[in-house]
């Protein structure tokens, strides 16, 4: 069982970046993928950037690509969102989730553990 809270949501400037906290109790295999979703008013839930917990495996989405990361301290079960040169096109309520298999996918019904949420509001 492995529970997550995000935390660092708000609201900024587009152009500035933000890291988004995601805490995780439980274990996390060394298999498991970690992932940010994010889910706009009227979208799909969107998976942004993913990675094996303890692999070289990972993913990143067209739309952030080259400007978020998920970097993660293995030893805190820290697993962050740096977002950087947001834009207003960002805004939307941001999700860590675990998915307990070891291939990184993109739909977010293959993550088992997801944390509440956080709003991320970017103001042009």
């Known amino acids: 069982q492995v529970q997550l809270e995000e935390s660092g949501g708000g609201s900024v400037q587009a152009g500035v970046s933000m890291r988004l906290s995601c805490a995780a109790s439980?274990?996390?295999?060394?298999?498991?993928?970690v992932a940010w979703f994010r889910q706009a008013p009227g979208k799909e839930r969107e998976l942004l950037v993913a990675r094996g917990w303890m692999g070289s495996q990972t993913y990143d989405a067209d739309s952030v690509k080259g400007r978020f990361t998920i970097p993660r301290d293995s030893a805190t079960n820290m697993i962050y969102l740096q977002m950087n040169i947001l834009k207003h096109e960002d805004t939307a309520v941001y999700y860590c989730?675990?998915?307990?298999?070891?291939?990184?996918?993109?739909?977010?019904?293959?993550?088992?553990?997801w944390g509440q949420g956080t709003q991320v509001t970017v103001s042009s």
């Open positions: 989730a675990v998915q307990t298999r070891p291939i990184i996918r993109t739909d977010p019904r293959q993550y088992a553990y």
């Open positions: 439980g274990r996390i295999r060394n298999d498991y993928v």
